[in-house]
Nanobody, 127 residues
């Protein structure tokens, strides 16, 4: 069983920055694929950033060049640095991990491939 706890969300003005954190605990076999997702009101959850077992990132086009995913293996924490925030980035943000760190290589994360979820952290960007 994997536990995920997201934090770091908040309210910022357009152009601002936030860093989200996700503390990962529980049993994970090997080095997993890790990812960030978001869900805006009335919309489906979407993958925005992923990290494979070689720490190679992938990004959705909507966040490429503005968001950076990273992982601290000592702290068992996944991060999402978000710069140049836009009102369209307003959403609940979720992290997830899934065993087997090579299957996700080069793929923008897909909801159906991940089974564990945290409670999310809200990001609100005002214009």
């Amino acid at each position: 069983q994997v536990q995920l706890v997201e934090s770091g969300g908040g309210s910022v003005q357009a152009g601002g920055s936030l860093r989200l954190s996700c503390v990962i605990s529980g049993h994970i076999y090997g080095t997993p694929c890790m990812a960030w997702f978001r869900q805006a009101p009335g919309k489906e959850r979407e993958g925005i950033a992923g990290l494979d077992s070689d720490d190679e990132p992938t990004y959705a086009d909507s966040v490429k060049g503005r968001f950076t995913i990273s992982h601290n293996s000592v702290m068992n924490t996944l991060y999402l640095q978000m710069n140049g925030l836009k009102p369209s980035d307003t959403a609940m943000y979720y992290c997830s991990v899934q065993s087997g760190g090579s299957w996700c290589r080069g793929l923008v994360p897909r909801v159906r491939d991940f089974k564990s979820w945290g409670q999310g952290t809200q990001v609100t960007v005002s214009s």
